[in-house]
């Protein structure tokens, strides 16, 4: 059974910090892709980080230089480093893997205040 576990959410003030983990388990963790997506009020879900199981990495232009993913195999966990924050990034971010099908976490609330 897959089982992915946000933490690391809350209210920050604009400029501030978060990081965010996912701790995975029920998968082969190492081999593969974790992504972070995210989902405001009213949009869609977007796709904000993701990195493979060989370390490549894609951004959204969104967030590019501000954020940052990395995985640490050995504890089967995917971090997103959020820096400079802005009340625009503001949305319930969510840890994603496809093992056959897409599994999702619970998510976690980031909330940026101006």
């Known amino acids: 059974q897959v089982q992915l576990v946000e933490s690391g959410g809350g209210l920050v003030q604009a400029g501030g910090s978060l990081r965010l983990s996912c701790a995975a388990s029920?998968?082969?963790?190492?081999?593969?892709?974790m992504g972070w997506y995210r989902q405001a009020p009213g949009k869609q879900r977007e796709l904000v980080a993701e990195i493979t199981n060989s370390g490549r990495i894609y951004y959204a232009d969104s967030v590019k230089g501000r954020f940052t993913i990395s995985r640490d195999n050995a504890k089967n966990t995917v971090y997103l480093q959020m820096n400079t924050l802005k009340p625009e990034v503001t949305a319930v971010y969510l840890c994603?893997?496809?093992?056959?099908?897409?599994?999702w976490g619970q998510g976690t609330q980031v909330t940026v205040s101006s």
């Open positions: 994603h893997t496809k093992v056959w099908s897409d599994y």
């Open positions: 029920g998968i082969i963790f190492s081999i593969n892709a």
